[in-house]
């Protein structure tokens, strides 16, 4: 789950700043168009700043934006604010952009960020009220008002719809059964790779052979893979590492993602429990698939078909019969 909901929020602050991009981009035509220069020179200085911050994320995964995420916020809703308190009393509609800064906080699960910034709107649009509107004021009154607030209520459009989009795909994370969600981990994992060998070309092979050796070493010596919660993030903090590296490493040298390897040793634990314990018959199934690293049977039998292409039930028949022949064979 952590993996999936990591690559959604990257997609989400990655599109979420293209938007802004976009609508800074329009607003510095627009308002070049009916002779603010002031406003447009501000916004084409706010659209380089964005267009870096959206390159940035780009680049990066979302585990080494996340520590930043709450300053850029702090420095996005105070440029909001400042721009409300030019133009509030021309096109009024423009208090409406504070909240989505609450918006986003409740999209992604964090309430208590979320209540903060809801109580900052109404502080700021009390505190906006109460100061003297010539202090601020840049827009003449005179100016198009219709053709302004259409402006607004397009952004912000367009903002909320990116929000809400993001927001209900990252509900249906949250609500899925654990089982369900280690299942799509695994989907967004292959998805992740693709896009990494996309993005890259691994030139230090030996340096992505070492990093894979020291994962495999990991692996048999230390057996995190027993582990349900077991993720890429705590092998790279063991490996000191980071999750990006792993990705790339797994991937070209196995061809197979990070939850598929962990799968893959999960499984190879599980038929190797099941082949010992055929005569004494000591364990159960779902005690040798939990001891594996498997919290749920669902989980289990769709890792199992995919790399053994066969059920655990057709493959215990099988091994039964492997059993039962040699018994013969021996006794004859």
Not at 17 to 27: A, C, K, P, Q, R
Not at 37 to 65: C, D, E, H, P, W
Not at 200 to 228: G, R, S
């Amino acid at each position: 789950m952590e993996v999936a909901k990591n690559i959604l929020m990257k997609k989400y602050i990655f599109h979420l700043l293209l938007s802004v991009s976009v609508i800074i981009l329009l607003n510095t035509f627009a308002f070049w168009a009916e002779g603010l220069a002031y406003y447009s020179r501000l916004f084409f200085f706010g659209l380089i700043g964005v267009t870096f911050l959206t390159m940035i994320v780009y680049k990066t995964n979302y585990n080494q934006i996340q520590p930043f995420i709450s300053y850029f916020i702090i420095i996005f809703y105070l440029a909001s604010w400042y721009f409300v308190l030019c133009i509030w009393t021309v096109i009024p509609t423009i208090f409406f952009m504070l909240f989505v800064f609450p918006l986003f906080f409740q999209s992604i699960k964090s309430s208590n960020k979320a209540l903060k910034y809801l109580i900052a709107c109404v502080l700021s649009i009390f505190i906006t009220l109460l100061i003297p509107k010539e202090i601020f004021t840049v827009i003449p009154e005179k100016q198009n008002l219709n053709f302004g607030n259409i402006k607004i209520m397009i952004s912000i459009f367009l903002i909320f719809g990116v929000i809400f989009y993001y927001n209900s795909k990252i509900i249906k994370i949250h609500d899925l059964p654990s089982g369900q969600n280690e299942i799509d981990s695994e989907l967004n994992n292959a998805n992740a790779n693709r896009e990494l060998s996309n993005d890259i070309d691994i030139k230090d092979n030996e340096t992505y052979h070492i990093l894979y050796n020291n994962i495999i070493n990991y692996f048999n010596k230390e057996t995190p893979w027993k582990d349900p919660d077991f993720s890429i993030q705590d092998l790279a903090s063991q490996l000191n590492t980071n999750s990006t590296y792993i990705s790339r490493s797994v991937n070209y040298h196995s061809g197979m993602n990070f939850k598929t390897l962990v799968n893959k040793y999960r499984v190879e634990f599980v038929k190797e429990e099941l082949l010992s314990d055929q005569i004494k018959k000591r364990y159960t199934l779902f005690y040798i698939y939990t001891s594996a690293g498997f919290r749920h049977q669902s989980t289990f039998n769709k890792a199992f078909k995919q790399i053994e292409n066969m059920t655990p039930s057709e493959y215990m028949v099988m091994l039964n019969a492997k059993i039962l022949g040699h018994t013969q064979n021996s006794n004859t």
